[in-house]
T-cell receptor
């Protein structure tokens, strides 16, 4: 079964600094997708960034970028120039195309941004 | 325009009651899901439907019964509510093939059983 592990229950960063959230996953599939979702206190699930496993290039979305290491099954999220609004729970998620068609989530990392 | 909408957003009810949560998506997606987020914020899939057909049932107690009248709607009915059912329930949808696409979530329905 696929599993997603986020080893950092909590992280903190100073405003305007950079922080990296870790995620590893376990799978025997070759074709899959990885996601980072942000969940603020409102509990809304907001997509931050998506990575297709077949793409070697790391995905970027403005201040958010990933370091995707397929061989190591690692998918970390880097947030640059952190803002107070970035404070939230961040969930790493895995989806196998052709598999059971469900998102498998990690347990989340709570990010605090200090002014 | 809300892409995936759930009602009610908040629900407080007593043990033993029966309640329903409704979900509608206007994205034209073929697949809809129910996820449960427990008090520790762990998100886990409960059900998945594709074009009104059940494709995933993750060993959820049969007190939970999803119903999909059409591919734009997936409702969740819960019988004989228990304290442990208290959670945030998320509805979500995605196109049939996720390649290049994403699962979109509703805003969640906060269920509290007292």
């Amino acid at each position: 079964a696929q599993t997603v592990t986020q080893s950092q229950p909590e992280m903190s960063v100073q405003e305007a600094e950079t922080v990296t959230l870790s995620c590893t996953y376990d799978t025997s599939e070759s074709d899959y997708y990885l996601f980072w979702y942000k969940q603020p206190p409102s509990r809304q699930m907001i997509l931050v960034i998506r990575q297709e496993a077949y793409k070697q290039q790391n995905a970027t979305e403005n201040r958010f970028s990933v370091n995707f290491q397929k061989a190591a099954k690692s998918f970390s999220l880097k947030i640059s120039d952190s803002q107070l609004g970035d404070a939230a729970m961040y969930f790493c998620a895995y989806f196998a195309s052709g598999g059971s068609e469900k998102l498998v989530f990690g347990k989340g990392t709570k990010l605090t941004v200090n002014p | 325009d809300t892409a995936v909408s759930q009602t009610p957003k908040y629900l407080v009810t007593q043990m033993g009651n029966d309640k329903s949560i409704k979900c509608e998506q206007n994205l034209g997606h073929d697949t809809m899901y129910w996820y449960k987020q427990d008090s520790k914020k762990f998100l886990k899939i409960m059900f998945s439907y594709n074009n009104k057909e059940l494709i995933i049932n993750e060993t959820v107690p049969n007190r939970f019964s999803p119903k999909s009248p059409d591919k734009a709607h997936l409702n969740l009915h819960i019988n004989s509510l228990e304290l442990g059912d208290s959670a945030v329930y998320f509805c979500a949808s995605s196109p049939r093939q996720v390649q290049g696409n994403t699962i979109y979530f509703g805003e969640g329905s906060w269920l509290t059983v007292v």
